[in-house]
């Protein structure tokens, strides 16, 4: 008879000889049968340290321990939340904070920052902020800033810049809103410190003239204004980095925008509301990036959304600087009613599907209509014979050379007088104007050497006045 049946017999010992081989990392089932049975503590141990991290089996027995263990709610609600399983860290979370771990509250204040549930963000972050825990309190305060500015408010965004310079007037953050111009340092006396004072749209500095497509770009959050510096470095490198130049990215409150589009519609905000900054706006161009929707060019304004690549940004700043888009633009739109009487872009004609006459005479002609005729060889054809007719357009087998070939960009005509027009371009490939991630072809680069402001859209104080007037 083994040990262990004859020590059955006792209750009063058997626990503790169950938990001397448990406490050892036994692997005998029977002692593992017992323990289990008997709901020993050493056994949800044992078992904590002998299977994976999230396995049911650990997963089982963290929770079991809870009640002796109150520290293992943080590792419960740790470990939910790195799986994107946020409904129960939110839960560990909770029974950390009422089991005394306040720490506990700076990580589901963020995840409820994440979620874009800003009060009970604020909320949870109230306690902390108490000066006998700098540590704590830094991090409250550096999180209860970015809400504040998502809010819009900027007294608040004031009050709590200067609880946290007076922690810590050297905090990181504190640079990135000077930087971001939502603050600036403003000197009280010789003797004291930097503290920080809320700015409003202004102390723009002037950017070098030559600059064709000049741009101050706003962001409405803080994660914002740190996105668009990032695209704006990135863009940098590209082929239209020699026409555009930026000022730093700075704040402006979303409410102040007055935006009234849904997530999947294309950005529209009220463009009055920079009649009462344009005097402090060095820039041709304003840039505007907003938490959702769709990216476009309007006049003199760029609108991106936070979801938008640097590739997107690439797209939108040829539109400022005159390209058109070579994948189809709206119903009807205004471009594609009629033949063109004038250039409007550097990369799309719009002209008659055919002409009668002489084949010189029309060449002619057509050309007229093209930004890119230098670029077309002579011995490039640009038309074919049909009947009596000529049909513009490049064949195929050119297709290697610059001529006029279809675009989509006015496939959605509806109107009985558009229905002989078609839309060119000059290259048989599609480029970065149709979809985003191909390239911006070196035929575009050069037409806009040769002439970079034929086609620069207004500035934005043309969308104020259009704004103003409607």
Known sequence: MSLLLVLTASSFFLPQFLSFFLDRDTKSSSVLSYGKAFKLESYFHHQRRNNPIGSSIWLKSTTALIDKKPQYTLELADYYLNNNLQTKAI????????????????????????QKNYQQTKTLLSPLVDYSHEDDAEKSLALLIKVALIEGDLAQVSTLVRALESINFQHALLAELEKF?????????????????????????????????????????????????????QISSGPLSKYSCFESVRYIPLNKLACFHEKDEAITCDEAIWQAYKKEIDTRFIGVMVPKGGAKVHNGIMYLDNDDTVDVFAHELAHLLGFIDEYSLPVNHSRCSQVQENAFAYNVAVLAKAYSG??????????????????????????????????????????????????????????????????????????????????????????????????????????IDKALTH
């Not at 009280?188 to 770009?217: H, M, P, W, Y």
């Not at 070939?405 to 839309?423: G, P, R, Y």
Request: aromatic share 12%.
């Open 91 to 114: 839960f560990w979370y909770e029974q950390a904070i009422k089991s005394g771990f306040d720490d506990a509250r700076l990580s589901l204040s963020q995840l409820f920052f994440d």
């Open 181 to 233: 111009q939502v603050v600036q340092p403003v000197l009280t006396n010789s003797n004291t410190s930097n503290v920080f004072a809320i700015e409003g749209i202004d102390n723009v500095r002037s950017l070098d003239k030559g600059c064709v497509a000049s741009i101050q770009f706003f962001a409405t959050n803080f994660a914002d204004l740190r996105y668009t510096q990032g695209l704006i470095e």
């Open 358 to 463: 002489s084949q010189s005479a029309i060449r002619e002609k057509v050309l007229g209509h093209l930004p890119w005729r230098s670029f077309i060889k002579d011995d490039t054809p640009i038309m074919t014979k049909e009947g009596n007719k000529w049909l513009i357009g490049t064949p195929d087998s050119y297709k290697a050379e610059v001529g006029l070939f279809a675009s989509d960009t006015c496939q959605k005509i509806s109107s009985a007088e558009s229905v002989n027009l078609q839309a060119y371009k000059p290259l048989s490939k599609r480029t970065s104007l149709n979809y985003f991630e191909l390239e911006f072809p070196l035929l575009y680069q050069r037409l806009l050497e040769k002439d970079s402001e034929l086609f620069l859209m207004p500035s934005f104080h043309h969308n």
